[in-house]
DNA sequence: CGATATGTTCGATGGCCATCGAATAATAAA
DNA sequence: TTTATTATTCGATGGCCATCGAACATATCG
């Protein structure tokens, strides 16, 4: 992977709200769990963990929940997110079906290899 | 490592500029190598490559040389990377010995583990 | 249909930041 | 000591970006 698109994935992952979005998306779960009581995704019913592929109903929704911002702000991230390449998402309806990007997560993995 | 610090190790990293140089000290060769001929670190007059550990002398002359933006830019930049943690500087009278720090690296590497 | 819920788009705003050149400091060489 | 080299600091500037609320769009429910 080139440099200038580890520089988009890191700047998508430098704002410390989006770097949470993505990581309560990564993880499947509220990323401020810790302070905030660990209100969980829920992923088709199933308490998941972790599986990359994994897709993750109403995702805007539950950060919505877990996160001070605006929805504006929130679908904005949403979007820098999809554009960085480490996420995808999808509508169906009502639902928001989002997942991380494999390929994304292995060029991570493979920074400083 | 808590999660504000990894936004800002990559905040560090989200500009271009700035990835150029923490490669070019982290591979301790010249990351515009491919399209500009690919001067090189001279590591106390080695070749060397890839060992974090290893201190970089005159990695600021040499930032200058391979790099079109000013001295105090390239200055600015050196700072953040230092404030992100992700290396250390020290100068001895002219030379400017630097190199990566390698819990730095390890945190980065650990990343989505 | 009307009401409610859920996302998106838009314009504004305030703040941060990459970059520069000039001035300054510190050191080495002549 | 004078000069040249090298790095830092400072102020300015232009641009990008996180955030908001309002308006709009879309879909579900009653």
Known sequence: MEQSNYSKIFKALSSEQRLKIFLMIYKQCCASGEQQGGAEFKAGGEKACCPATKVI?????????????????ISH??????????????RDGRTFRCKVNDQAVKAIRDFLK
Chains 1, 2 share one sequence.
């Not at 109403?58 to 929805?71: P, T």
């Not at 991230?77 to 999808?90: M, P, V």
């Open 57 to 73: 109903e109403k995702a805007f929704s539950h950060v919505c929940d877990c996160m001070k911002l605006s929805r504006s702000t």
């Open 77 to 90: 991230h949403f979007k820098e997110l999809q554009n960085a390449g480490l996420i995808t998402c999808e």
